[in-house]
Nanobody, 121 residues
Framework: QVQLVESGGGLVQAGGSLRLSCVAS????????VCWVRQAPGKEREFVAA????????YYADSVKGRFTISRHNGKNTVYLQMSSLKPEDTAVYYC??????????????WGQGTQVTVSS
């Protein structure tokens, strides 16, 4: 089992940048794929990005491709989401999630508590 804690959210103007961090507990973190998922008010959770256990493979939703970058540092048990050229429609609670298999969906076994990202126009 792995426990996840997100941080780095906040209020930013459109066009700005933020970097989210997801820190995991557990010695087997490097065995897990990790994704970022977001949920805007009144909407379903939406897949944003995913990375496999080694960091060799990354996947992105079309809505963030070219603007967001997912990466990981297994030595620090941390996955990052670098967000640039932010838009008001990126406003949401951002969650990181982990599972043994990488997927471009929201079907992951372990979840963090989320961090709020608000982009003002």
């Amino acid at each position: 089992q792995v426990q996840l804690v997100e941080s780095g959210g906040g209020l930013v103007q459109a066009g700005g940048s933020l970097r989210l961090s997801c820190v995991a507990s557990g010695r087997t973190f490097s065995s897990y794929a990790v994704c970022w998922v977001r949920q805007a008010p009144g909407k379903e959770r939406e897949f944003v990005a995913a990375i496999n256990w080694s960091g060799e493979y990354t996947y992105y939703a079309d809505s963030v491709k070219g603007r967001f970058t997912i990466s990981r540092h297994n030595g620090k048990n941390t996955v990052y989401l670098q967000m640039s050229s932010l838009k008001p429609e990126d406003t949401a609670v951002y969650y990181c999630a982990a599972d043994y298999n990488v997927a471009t969906s929201t079907r992951y076994a372990y979840w963090g508590q989320g961090t709020q990202v608000t982009v003002s126009s």
